[in-house]
């Protein structure tokens, strides 16, 4: 069964500081595999998205890293601002279009920073 | 430019009555798509439509119906309101049906069903 798991499930860091979103996931074979970015009350906004080929891709201060192998990706903030509060998903789109169409959702990480 | 719109925002609205979400894209994308998200946050794809046939039906109640005007637009269409329907809902579009590069969220309508 297709699924995308994400840890953790809530997480609370003081602002400037790093942290590190996992996201493991079973769907095979795959086509992409993507971050969003989701704050409250709004639509998710994608962050990265990377081939199974792709080992890493950055976007200012967010580096998504995956692992083909132990099919495993990760969100690296960098120096996390007031505005990275939010919800981030990770999702993978299976190459056979998968029983839901074309994208499997993880249940988000809800980042919270603190000044 | 709104790439993805929907409208309205919120809604709200007692059991029992009809009610339509409209969507509204200007990306040029073919396939729109229509997501729930409950009160977990798990988005769940709901409809997709391609080229204006509707390819993906999930186990959605049919009270609910998606009505494809031309490939810009996808409004959802609900029927007999249930306080189960209460969520955000999603619109998206995409170039082509694996869900390119371009996949993009429209900002959520909030229903509120009493």
């Known amino acids: 069964k297709n699924q995308v798991e994400q840890s953790p499930q809530s997480l609370i860091i003081l602002e400037g500081k790093n942290c590190t979103l996992q996201c493991n996931y079973t769907v095979s074979p795959f086509s992409n595999l993507r971050w969003y970015k989701q704050d409250t009350g709004r639509g998710p906004v994608s962050l990265t998205i990377m081939t199974f080929s792709e080992n890493t891709k950055s976007n200012g201060r967010y580096t998504a890293t995956l692992d083909a192998d132990t099919k495993q990706s990760s969100l690296h903030i960098t120096a996390s601002q007031l505005s990275d509060s939010a919800s981030y998903i990770c999702?993978?789109?299976?190459?056979?279009?998968?029983?839901?169409?074309?994208?499997?959702f993880g249940k988000g990480t809800k980042l919270s920073v603190k000044p | 430019d709104t790439a993805v719109s929907q409208t309205p925002k919120y809604l709200v609205t007692q059991m029992g009555n009809d009610k339509s979400i409209k969507c509204e894209q200007n990306l040029g994308h073919d396939t729109m798509y229509w997501y729930k998200q409950d009160s977990k946050k798990f988005l769940k794809i709901m409809f997709s439509?391609?080229?204006?046939?509707?390819?993906i039906n999930e186990t959605v109640p049919n009270r609910f119906s998606p009505k494809s005007p031309d490939k810009a637009h996808l409004n959802l269409h609900i029927n007999s309101l249930e306080l189960g329907d209460s969520a955000v809902y999603f619109c998206?579009?995409?170039?082509?049906?694996?869900?390119?590069?371009?996949?993009?969220f429209g900002s959520g309508t909030r229903l509120t069903v009493v």
């Open positions: 439509y391609n080229n204006k046939e509707l390819i």
């Open positions: 999702v993978v789109s299976p190459t056979d279009g998968g029983s839901q169409g074309n994208l499997i």
């Open positions: 998206a579009s995409s170039q082509g049906l694996m869900g390119g590069v371009g996949y993009t």
